[in-house]
């Protein structure tokens, strides 16, 4: 077996012969490398980034609504059922130990004034539990609606940041009074700019239910939020709670349509294949580079063996054996794609480096290598090096010395 100190001359002299492809091939490896780990790191930042604010909801949260029903039950025709009321919302944490927070979802359209300008705005009642369920950020100086508020049905309020902007622009918000179909609120709160965005529903002001059940003498809850124990499983609670609800407003319990659910976990799920989908398809991208980059080697060692077949056919005829002869055009071979790999590992580590050192848009996030990608593009570029180099060292390793010594 040829020396490595030996060897390594040899290979450079052979890819010096053949400059221009051997430049092409490692470039294509490099490209390969380097679009495999950046579009990586960009998709896990942007997944991270973007994780849970798409999902909007707590762990483990529930939204749920009332439909008509599908079937007649206990008397009632189809259609007709009794509608669940604020107060029901309510008491689920007395029914159900497992239920954490919960927060009924109610809301109209309301008359907004302010210094003789009117707007006619969404008004949504909730419990103090709801800033926790929709993960909602106040900015300095807010604070949300508590306990006290609501035992006290304090006509107070929380603004949205575009509603904030409207009303007050640059002004102090905080402790300022509205009026809400002429009844005056004070502002306690503004979500931040992102929670404006994101936050599930898109109401202008939130009030306490109580306000709201004064403001518009309504009691049925449209909508309700609640989180649960995370011991318990999503569907297990879900027979629970419609089991319950079937009894109290008389449809029957198999009625899928009667009680609506969507949870958290079902929009994780989704999310979390989805960007699964994305990082396999840029993946694909970067091996389809890869494969050509690995074509180019390949070419060039057939080329470089058509080429060095008189000089094979001497070492074989002076006592090389087949294994010396494929080692070196196999590791020839290798020794390409590791060039490659390495400009690309290196580049791809210093652009991730340079990204995470400027201000990028927040819905990108912060891309980062993770050790699970570099091994597996380590292993993948290991891969791409033996295919490159085995078919031309077998074929060189097949050569017949006496042929080879008569062309």
Known sequence: MLHIKILIPQIIHDLWLHKLRSSLAIFCIAF???????????????????????????????????????????????????????????????????????????????????????????????????????????????????????????????????????????????????????????????????????HMFSGDLLISYKSYMSLYNEHQAYFFMLQTNPDIKPEQFKLMLRSYFAEKCHFDKSDDQALGFWASSDMSDFIKWFFIGVQMFLWFCGLMILAVGSIGVANIMFLIVTEKTYEIGLRKAVGATDRQILFQIFFESLFIVGIGGFLGMGASYFMVMFLQHVTLPGWIGVPYLSWVTILTTILTLGLVGMFAGFFPAKRASEIDPVEALMM
């Open 32 to 198: 390969g490398i380097f679009a495999v780990l950046m579009l990586s790191a960009l998709g896990k930042g942007f997944y991270d980034a973007n994780n849970a604010e798409m999902v909007g909801l707590a762990d483990d949260a529930f939204i749920i609504w009332q439909n008509k029903s599908s079937m007649s039950s206990r008397g009632y025709p189809k259609g007709k059922v009794r509608w669940i009321t604020i107060g029901d919302v309510l008491e689920l944490p007395r029914i159900f130990s497992d239920i954490i927070w919960v927060s009924p979802i109610v809301s109209q359209s309301a008359v907004l004034s302010y210094k003789g300008r009117a707007y006619s705005k969404s008004v949504t009642g909730v419990s103090s539990d709801y800033i926790g369920l929709d993960k909602i950020k106040l900015t300095p100086g807010s604070r949300f609606i508590n306990q006290f508020d609501m035992d006290n049905a304090a006509n107070v309020a929380v603004i949205t940041w575009r509603m904030k902007e409207i009303l007050f622009g640059n002004d102090q918000a905080i402790g300022v009074k509205v009026l809400i179909n002429n009844i005056p609120f004070t502002v306690i709160g503004v979500l931040s700019k992102d929670s404006s965005k994101n």
